[in-house]
């Protein structure tokens, strides 16, 4: 059960990654960790990615891997221009102080 | 042998430095324990054999974005806000949503455990390394994919750019 690792051992670990990475861009107040939050999201289907791919030695899945990458650090990039912009205008960073548009 | 206690290894960095990062009251110190998932990330890909993913992995990941993120931590100044409460008010009802989405997943992945028991791996006449045949396929038939991707990092530069800056 624990000791062959196999392709079922990587997807456990992605899931569990996946879960907490929900949680804390769920539950966090402050948008810096909530971006880091979605950077261990991404994180965890990179590892299902190459883990497939090694397992059925097809390159797609290490190429579909690079592809997240590259759109994860183009996301950080955007994500956090923004919350100099909003930083910059609002004095703030935490997700439930950001009620302009509440009713 | 070795490979399995590497992996409990990575796995042990991955899922700890993650909750100690969801959990930690200091961003610096959240961005610091993303450091230690990340590595731990990088480790798997070194097992499965990716080893350009693990070069990009450390270097992009831990060299360009936690860099970037410490600099906006460093940027917004933070004291006030590290004494105020970590989690929103509706903390409960988030958690209540992650509690169904890691049902929804164990029971996919219970319902599916027999499409996991696989032939063995099929050993393809390997030409070459990883890295290799990884160019070999990216820039022959994922060439236009590939060019797209870098229209979208220029965007995402000119972007942010214009996001940050204070009069354009």
Redesign the interface.
Known sequence: M????????????S??????????F?????I??I???I??IL?AV??NL??F?????A??G??F???V??????????G??????L??NRE?????EIDLLKW | ?V??IL?YLF?LM??GG??L??TRRN?VH??LW?VV??LG?AG??LL???E??FV??IM??IG??VL??LF??M??N?DA?AR??????Q?LL??A??VV??AE??YV?LSG?EA?R?AP????V?TGG?TE??A???FSE?LL?FEI?SI??L???V??????K?RI
């Not at chain 1, 899931?15 to 804390?24: D, Q």
């Not at chain 1, 956090?80 to 912009?85: F, Q, R, S, W």
């Not at chain 2, 105020?84 to 008010?89: L, M, N, V, Y």
């Not at chain 2, 972007?159 to 940050?164: F, T, Y």
């Open positions: 624990l000791y062959p690792i196999t392709t079922i051992h990587y997807v456990i670990l899931a569990a990654l996946l879960l907490i990475g929900t949680v804390g769920l539950t966090r107040r402050n810096v960790i971006l880091m939050s950077e261990l994180n990179n590892i190459v883990a791919s090694e397992r059925f030695q390159m797609e290490q190429i891997a690079i592809f990458i590259a759109v994860a650090v183009a996301e950080a990039a955007v956090l221009g923004i919350l100099i912009a930083f910059r703030t960073v935490a997700s439930d | 042998m490979s399995a992996f796995a991955i899922l993650a909750v990062m969801v961003a959240a961005a993303l998932t990340l990330v798997v890909f499965r054999s990716a350009f993913l990009v992995q992009l990941y360009g974005v970037l993120i906006v931590i940027l917004v933070l806000e105020q409460p970590r989690f929103h008010r903390w988030a958690l949503c992650a989405v890691g997943i164990v992945l455990l996991f696989l791996a099929v050993t393809a390997q990883s045949r990884l070999d396929v990216l994922y994919p991707a979208l990092l965007v995402a530069i972007g942010s750019v214009v996001m940050a204070k």
